[in-house]
Structure formats: C-alpha cells, structure tokens
C-alpha cells in the first residue's frame, strides 16, 4: 500500500465506501461526486499511479472484468457507458491511484 493514499484505504476497506462490485484484484465503489446518474470508481487493489503504468495481464484483466460487472449491475451495460481514467497533471488526475471511471445513465 502507498502511504497516505485514499484508494489503496479504500481497496483495504480501512476508509468507508460505497461498495459496488470487487474481485481479487479490482475493488468498485461510488464516485463522491457523481457527474451522472451511474459513477462508479474501479480501482487496483495494488498501487499503482495510473495507465501509464505497467500493469500485468491478469491485474488488466480483472480490471476490465469488474468494470464489465459493474456496468451490468449498474443497468448499463446494454443502454450504454463510458469509461475515463484521467492520467497526469495535464489531465487534471485528483487522485493518484490509477481509477477507472464507469459513466452512464441518462444525465
Ligand atoms: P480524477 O479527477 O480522475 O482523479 O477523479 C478522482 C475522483 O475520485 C473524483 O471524481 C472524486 O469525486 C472521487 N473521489 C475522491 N475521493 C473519494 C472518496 N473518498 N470516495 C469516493 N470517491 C472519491
Ligand atoms: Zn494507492
């Protein structure tokens, strides 16, 4: 775990949120801000900063796997979603846990 860094606490469940979906490796919670009606957070268990970090194939995987379940269990998988994750500065990264954001829903 980095020090001080609110998704690793989040990932370990040592800081309350809103749990949505976890596998070994991928942990899933509401956004605090949601800017649309479905704003879930995928994270790593493990740190890492974001995407542009190496990450290895069966950590992607099980990423994409909860963001997949996540997207079902939130209704959206059919209608429609979109996912962002913001990396560096010049993308206004707030958090440096790579955070995959699941958006959907009618805004
Ligand atoms: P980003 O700007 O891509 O780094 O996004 C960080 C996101 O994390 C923002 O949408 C915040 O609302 C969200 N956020 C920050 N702290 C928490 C928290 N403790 N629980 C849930 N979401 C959080
Ligand atoms: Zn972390």
Known sequence: MADDCIFCKIAAGEVPSTKVYENEMAYAFEDLNPMMPVH?????????????????????????????????????????????????????QTVDHLHIHVLGGDP
């Open 40 to 92: 879930t957070l995928v994270v790593p268990k493990k740190h890492y900063r974001n995407v542009a970090d190496e990450l290895p194939a069966d950590e992607l995987a099980a990423l994409f796997e909860a963001v997949r379940a996540v997207a079902a269990l939130k209704g959206v998988d059919e209608s429609g979603f979109r996912i962002i994750s913001n990396a560096g500065a010049d993308a206004q």
